[in-house]
């Protein structure tokens, strides 16, 4: 069982910069797949980016092309710790804010249904 617990979310004016941080339970945190998802009122849940283990000490990102070149995934293994570095948020990405993560080998890191534990969500909202 992985627990996951989110931090980070707020208020923030657009253009402004938040860091989203997830820590997980559990002892394989290393070679799991950890991912951001998103969902706004009225929508669904959307896919924001995940790092994977590819093998030996090496990890993947992957990036919706609404979030390229503004956030970065990055991961702290020792901290059991994913985080998520949100730049020049635009009023879009208002949404609550979910940590996913698999021990699935190979999953499909921008698919919700691939993951296996979620955190309770953070609140980000964007100002215009």
């Known amino acids: 069982q992985v627990q996951l617990v989110e931090s980070g979310g707020g208020l923030v004016q657009a253009g402004g910069s938040l860091r989203l941080s997830c820590t997980a339970s559990?002892?394989?945190?290393?070679?799991?797949?950890m991912g951001w998802f998103r969902q706004a009122p009225g929508k669904e849940r959307e896919f924001v980016s995940a790092t994977r283990w590819i093998g030996r000490n090496t990890y993947l990102a992957d990036y919706a092309d609404s979030v390229k070149g503004r956030f970065t995934i990055s991961r702290d293994n020792a901290k059991n710790t994913v985080f998520l570095q949100m730049n020049s948020l635009k009023p879009e990405d208002t949404a609550v804010y979910y940590c996913a993560a698999t021990t699935q080998p190979r999953p499909n890191p921008v698919s919700a249904a691939s993951y296996d534990y979620w955190g309770q969500g953070t609140q980000v909202t964007v100002s215009s």
């Open positions: 559990g002892r394989t945190f290393s070679a799991q797949t």
